[in-house]
Structure formats: structure tokens, C-alpha cells
């Protein structure tokens, strides 16, 4: 079986998480400044077989598209073109850098550590991640 990837995309940093090969486990893997994000993909495909990739989708309280959503859409259409393979999935990600913050206050993750925004990028990748996992 080949990996998935989840993916928590932002304007400066975007977090990344992984499946393990059997898909059963989700975790953070890393967290990329966007401008450097399909350099890493490629870095990162020539060494592991992924599956698809899971996207986050940006939405309001009320389901409307956040700003950062057209950004989004951009990286995807790059995507597609590049990896035309690699189905994208996309999975509602409201609440999951709230949800990041909580695990690693549960998680035992020291308070200076906490204010890593690229840690929490990277949890919350792996939180979309579990969620589509788990459906």
C-alpha cells in the first residue's frame, strides 16, 4: 500500500502529515514554508509512494469558503497538473489549530513549545489527516 498525505496549507507555512504504509496511523511529519511547498513534494514523492493527498478546506462558521480558500484552490490546480495520478481529497478542516493547541496541552508539550506555530501546523495536518481516515 502506499502512503496519504495530509496537507494543512497556509500562506507562510503549510504543515504536513503522513500515513503509515498500511494507512492506518496518522502523523505530523513536518511543516514547509509554502513557497517551498511543491519542492518538497517532489523531494518527498521520489522517496515514498502516496496514494492521495487530503487538503484541508477553509471554511467559516457558517460553511462559506475563508479567504485563504482561492490560495488553496490555486496550490491544487499546480498540483493536478504536476501529479495528475494523485487524487485530491478534501476534508473540512474548522477548529483543527484549536484542536492542535488542545492535544498538546493533553499531550504534555511544555508551553514555549506550544507557541510553535509550525508545530501546530503540522498537528493540525495531522488532525485532517485522522479525519478522513476515520470516516
Known amino acids: ?13 503549510t504543515g504536513i502529515a503522513e500515513t503509515d504504509d498500511l494507512q492506518i496511523v496518522a502523523s505530523g511529519l513536518t511543516t514547509v ?3 517551498k ?8 514523492m521520489t522517496h515514498n509512494t ?16 475563508n479567504a485563504i480558500e482561492q490560495d488553496i484552490q490555486k496550490f491544487i490546480k ?7 495520478r494523485i487524487p485530491v481529497i478534501r476534508e473540512d478542516e474548522r477548529y ?4 492542535a493547541f488542545e492535544s498538546m496541552i493533553k499531550g504534555g ?3 514555549k513549545k506550544r507557541r510553535n506555530k509550525a ?16 470516516k
Open 78 to 84: 499546480q498540483f493536478q497538473k504536476k501529479y495528475p
Open 37 to 44: 511547498l511543491f519542492d518538497f513534494l517532489a523531494d518527498y
Open 109 to 111: 508539550i511544555k508551553k
Open 50 to 65: 502516496v496514494e492521495k493527498i487530503i487538503v484541508g478546506e477553509s471554511l467559516d462558521l457558517k460553511g462559506q469558503p
Open 119 to 134: 508545530l501546530i501546523d503540522q498537528v493540525s495536518a495531522a488532525l485532517i489527516l485522522q479525519s478522513y481516515l476515520y
Open 1 to 13: 500500500m502506499a502512503k496519504l498525505l495530509g496537507i494543512d496549507y497556509g500562506k507562510k507555512r
Open 33 to 35: 514554508e509554502t513557497s
Open 96 to 99: 483543527t489549530s484549536k484542536m
